[in-house]
């Protein structure tokens, strides 16, 4: 469409970003300043490269804090090299020859888009623009009007420009926007009055209302799957994920061949049946003590953060306080120190100044201390509770895992007792049922007979131990990494506060020793 | 035969007794004998005794008329109850004289009962019908507080006849109430009256009170609006040591050390507090000095309500003079002797030498008190003891008096006209609008409102001795003040004024205290920050600087503080620019920015060229960055203009940034601060501008003290008041003319005529001549009537007089007096008759012209009857 063809194209460099950020950027005083001690790139805010020529997008990922972003009137191609600016809220493209929408799934903040005039001829890839308001697509090639729905997802969307693409010229083009995008106010530049929305509302509500009933049917979906998947996180962070359930019988016969082999025996149903009951009911006992004392865990936690919490907060109030009271002297002794005429007194002061500076790092110094001190105790007795009853949850698990165990042994005994008594009925050629060949290929002598059954055994026992030595080193692992944290965190607290007070100490020395100078110099 | 016998005594009894009262009561007796005679069981002996005492008993009947004097009272307007009593309250009477005897027979140690005192008509009224339960229209006289507060403030209290007796008159409330004034027992009557109207379970009380209740003297009372309601400390409750809280750092003080000193605080305290008890003692024997010789024996009547009605948890008495309650063990009150309602009189029969606080007011019990009635809602606690009465009512006074009367003798309504209070009356309350209360080193004055042209209501003036010769503050409220003023408060001492508003004030002004109006004087001005724009709480000045407070800014400023130096005189001509003067600024926290950014504080000191920042704590923080720039503007050594060096900007960073660094960062951030220091320097200088404004405003507010009416006040709102007027005219005159046009003289001729077609010429002449001949008709058949009427009368007139003259001689003076009351009557008729004729004649030609005309001039024949005028 518009396009400079006398011109070269030319390439985004360097010479050209900083040639515009020279000439965008501040005037007068503050020009020379900045000129003096040259604009980086990631301070500027507002960046416009219009009517350059420019080819493809390039360079600009310096521009890490850049919210307006002019490009219109260029050559451009293709949207690309934006993934850095994540600031952007203003992005111009018009009048370029785009001829699709790409390269846009990192700019979440973007709130005004201008494609006007280039060749896109489909609404899509604007998935991560979730706060659009402004959408300028005039000009363009869009000719299917079913797609406009699309633009449904943009809650926040109020302006849109479609004119001069094929879709503007269908009769219902005006009416059926303002039915499917209802919170549109205006359109192609043109407010939407209330009567033309009531009437684009009449005329397509048969459509508009299925529509909307299939977009709450997602919602729910969605709003259900988030809530199971809420749900199981909740129990992971329990370690019992997945036990509320025969999740785990399930899966000890999943991969059993063998033992649903076996099942197939005359009077092995029913043995499976009460077993699976019981062994579910167990699981299920596992379940509702985990989330106990994963509850349990959360109070222990939530009380020693807000002791700690507390403890820390009075502590910052003395040194504050402290602080404070510092400051009201030191602002005062300096002005007088500067007043003073005075050598001898001056040094005096300075001196005693000094002694001041001294006097409150060490308070503050002291009043760090025992706040560790303090902390060290509580942190420390902290983790024995919460190692206590970690183990506490592990034992129990275990007993309870052990009950599955003693299930699967009897289960397995009773097993093995049926498999004997068909194989002892086939020997002796009782057998009334028909067996499917694959079982019967195990009744062949006893040792298969009791390998089969005892490897399928050896599956469950060995399923059970997994998912038993799953949750005792998770609850560990979670157990060791939390006391870590907090050791780390009351470390890293220490240290910062630390360094504050020196570099406070160090600042209040060196007003000081500038005056000092300066004193001395006169 | 016994009971014949019996009988026979009976009778001899009631007849005996029936004598001896005729002696003393005359012969209004006669008609209760029968009610008595059944039911007497005195024995004869007895009786003669009763005789005997009785005869030597007089009653005494005080002449001295009660304090304001009688011809004061006018007895003509008051209604025919007033005036007389009915069989009822005649019954009643008899009643209570009879109990009355029977009491001071078993009782003679005891004074007489007050029962039956003497109304403003001379008629002895008994003291419970003189309660006239009402419950006032006034919500605020719902509540027995304000209510005993009106009766306090309406009433000027006069001191009994006699101290030491029940006084002989007591008026109905109605004439109290005209008068405004009243002793103790007439406070009570008719506070105990709107009580029991407001559904209260209140009495009257006959009793001893001291000294200073009965002269309602409150001179050693400290005054209730001086006490100050005291603090309630809250004690924080320690929390118990929760888990994992941390342990306090150990105490490494000498605990020997805290031990003297506490030890030497506590002998210094008990050194205080020996001085204080001593001075105490002081003040105690100056107050024990005047000791009345009469206590005890002082006559005051008050009101007592009992719990149970109305939610009321205890019973107490109210002091009806000064509006108080007491706890029923109050050392004011020494002693009861009778207590009524609008029911029932109750005789106190425990012995008060613990004054009131030993009395058991459970009026159930026959024991404690001795009922007039029987038959009211108080149940009998035992009915066992009424029994054990009964069997031996020789020496029982109480059946005596209950057995005489018919069981359902109840009382008689009141004689007393329903108490009515004008809403005028009401609003004045006082007597002139205007009382004065004396307490302890203190005088309360309060006023009607919108007696006084500048708005005041009351006055507390605080004394500092207890002669109130030396003013220590006053205290004067307003109310309907158009500029709000709500109360000043003058501190005499310290010459500090302080005066509050109401919400309304065209500055918003909350408080304004100062020494003096002049500006630039020590003054707090605090404002109501919801009602203004920039959200200002508080302006504080001295001669030297300003403090300004807020709240609820945009810009997060809270606190602003000027410091003048020597003021420069005529402010108004200087601008902002030119005085350069140290504006200290601090900020609320915005929880939009990062701390690091927030600024808390910023000091410019414009004579130094210095501007100070510091900034907002950040959470985890104890120290806060600060940021100092110098605004020098140098040349430096080529002679160009120095922009902005390092130097220029002295900042401290909790955490060192990049971009804070840059030069133009500083730059830009001076720039701004240069243009917000203007700004500030411009505010301070408007804040002066209003200070003076507003004390303009204040002198002036205080010289014309409008007063506001409010828009529903109907009688003070004069625009209101005219425009209803008008309103009332207008409405009147529609209505005239209404009446008037509804009239149709048209209608019946009208009627004659085919209905929906117009009128024809012809058959508008012929209607007119036919309503004129109609109209002319009526007159003449009227004037006829009238002139039938007189003649019939004439003629039954001479006939009566020929029949008189044939049988005067045998006529009897009835007869006589019958015929000439004929005479005149028939007289009287003929005369009306023709005047009412000779009116008709002329005024008939009148009428029919006046018809004439109208019928000229209505709308349905003026166009065809035009042509013919």
Known sequence: ?522 | MEVLKEKVEEEEAAEREDAAERAERGEKMMRLMEVRKEETTMTQEMLRDLERKLSEIEVSIPEKPSTFTKDTIDISKLPLSYKSNTPKEEHLLQVADNFSRQYSLLCPDRVPLFLHPLNECEVPKFVSTTIRPTLMPYPELYNWDTCAQFVSDFLAMLPLPDPLKPPSYLYSSTTVLKHQKGNCFDFSTLLCSMLIGAGYDAYCVNGYGSQDLCHMDLTREVCPLTVKPKETVQEEEKAPPKKYAIKPPRDLSSRFEQEQEMKRQEEIKAAEEKRWRQEEERLMEVDSAKTDPLHGLRVHSWVLVLSGKREVPESFFIDPFTARSYSTQDDNFLGIESLWNHKNYWINMQDCWNCCKDLIFDLGDPVMWEYLLLGTDKPLLSPAEEEDNGANDDDDVENLGKEDEDKSFDMPNSWVEQIEISPEVFETRCPNGKKVIQYKKAKLEKWAPYLNNNGLVCRLTTYEDLECTKTLEIKEWYQNREDMLELKHINKTTGLNIDYFKPGHPQALRVHSYTSMQPEMDRVMEFYEKARVDGLIKREETPKTMTEYYQGRPDFLSYRHINFGPRVKKLVLNSAESNPRPVVERFFRNPAKPADEDVAERVFLILDERIQLRYHCREDHITASKREFLRRTEVDSKGNKIIMTPDMCISFEVEPMEHTKKLLYQYEAMMKLKNEEKLSRHQAWESELEVLEILKLREEEEEAHVLTTSIYDTKRNEKSKEYREAMERVMHEEHLRQVEAQLDYLAPFLAQLPPGEKLTRWQAVRLKDECLSDFKQRLINKANLIQARFEKETQELQKQQQWYQENQVTLTPEDEDLYLSYCSQAMFRIRILEQRLNRHKELAPLKYLALEEKLYKDPRLVELLKVFV
């Open chain 1, 1 to 522: 469409m518009h396009q400079l063809c006398d011109m070269e194209p030319r390439v985004m460099d360097d010479d050209m970003l900083k040639l515009a950020v020279g000439e965008q950027g501040p005037r007068d005083e503050a020009g020379q300043l900045a000129k003096q001690e040259g604009i980086l790139f990631k301070d500027v805010l507002s960046l416009q490269l219009d009517f350059q020529n420019i080819l493809r997008i390039d360079n600009l990922w310096q521009f890490e804090n850049l919210r307006k972003l002019q490009l219109d009137n260029n050559t451009i191609e293709k949207i690309e090299g934006l993934e850095k600016l994540t600031r952007l809220v203003w992005l111009d493209l018009s009048f370029n020859n785009i001829e699709t929408i790409e390269g846009l799934d990192t700019l979440v903040n973007l709130e005004d888009l201008s494609l006007f005039n280039n060749r896109i001829a489909k609404i899509d890839s604007l998935d991560a623009l979730v706060k659009l308001q402004v959408l300028s697509l005039g000009n363009n090639r869009i000719g299917n009007l079913m797609k406009i729905i699309y633009l449904r997802r943009f809650k926040d969307l109020r302006t849109l420009s479609l004119a001069g693409n094929p879709i503007a010229a269908a009769e219902d083009y005006r009416m059926f926007i303002c039915a499917y995008l209802p919170d549109l106010v205006y359109l192609d530049f043109r407010r939407i009055d209330d009567h033309t929305k009531e009437l684009a509302e009449v005329k397509h509500q048969y459509s508009t209302d299925e529509l909307k009933h299939q977009e709450n049917l997602m919602q729910a979906r969605l709003e259900d799957e988030q809530a199971r998947r809420e749900e199981l996180e909740e129990h992971k962070a329990a370690f019992v994920e997945n036990l509320n359930g025969s999740f785990l019988f399930d899966s000890m016969y999943a991969e059993d061949v063998e033992g649903s082999k076996l099942a197939s025996l005359p009077g092995v149903a029913e043995l499976m049946e009460t077993y699976k009951d019981k062994f579910v009911i167990i699981c299920l006992n596992i379940f509702e003590y985990g989330l106990k004392q994963q509850e349990k865990r959360k109070a222990e936690l939530d009380t020693f953060n807000e002791r700690v919490q507390e403890a820390v907060q009075e502590n910052q109030a003395q040194g504050r306080h402290r602080t404070a009271e510092f400051e009201e002297k030191h602002l005062l002794s300096l002005s007088t120190i500067r007043g003073e005429s005075e050598l001898t007194d001056i040094e005096t002061k300075i001196a005693d100044q000094r002694e001041d500076i001294a006097e409150l790092s060490n308070a503050l110094m002291t009043l760090e201390m025992q706040l560790v001190e303090q902390l060290e105790e509580t942190i420390n007795m902290f983790e024995r509770n919460i190692v206590d009853l970690v183990e506490l949850f592990i034992e129990n698990v275990q007993s309870l895992m052990a009950q599955c165990r003693d299930l699967e042994n009897h289960h397995h005994e009773k097993l093995l007792e049926i498999a004997i008594n068909i194989l002892e009925k086939i020997v002796k050629g009782e057998l009334d049922e028909d067996l499917p060949d694959d079982v019967r290929a195990l009744f062949v002598d006893k040792d298969t007979i009791v390998n089969a059954v005892g490897a399928s055994h050896d599956m469950h026992l060995l399923k059970i131990d997994n998912r038993e030595d799953e949750l005792v080193t998770r609850v560990n692992s979670w157990c060791t990494h939390l006391v870590d944290k907090i050791h780390k965190d009351e470390m890293t607290r220490n240290r910062r506060r630390v360094k504050e007070i020196n570099q406070y100490g160090d600042h209040v020395q060196g007003e000081l020793d500038s005056l000092e100078c300066g004193d001395i110099l006169d």
